[in-house]
């Protein structure tokens, strides 16, 4: 089991990416922006972060780079979700 951190503004998606991970039995917190998600690493550091690449406070991108400057959470595994609309 696997505790992972999902950072997505969008309620939907969270939900749904829940009880994904929560059937197979991964303990999963939701964090809406970043930089709640800094908060939270300085509590609870989790075993994987999934992030939206898009946030509302800067992006996944940024999120990365800065947990990666932390010598505590840069063993973090770091997940970056995009998607691509279909027209």
């Not at 749904?16 to 609870?44: D, G, I």
Request: with cysteine; glycine share 4%.
């Amino acid at each position: 089991m696997a505790r992972l951190l999902l950072v997505d503004g969008r309620q939907d998606m969270c939900t749904e990416w829940r009880a994904a991970l929560e059937a197979r039995r991964h303990e999963v917190s939701v964090a809406a922006n970043a930089s709640f998600v800094l908060t939270m690493l300085e509590r609870n550091p989790p075993d994987v972060i999934v992030s939206h690449v898009v946030l509302e406070d800067m992006s996944g991108c940024e999120l990365c780079a800065i947990v990666r400057t932390d010598p505590m959470a840069r063993q973090i595994r770091f997940i970056l979700l995009t998607e691509t609309r279909k027209g």
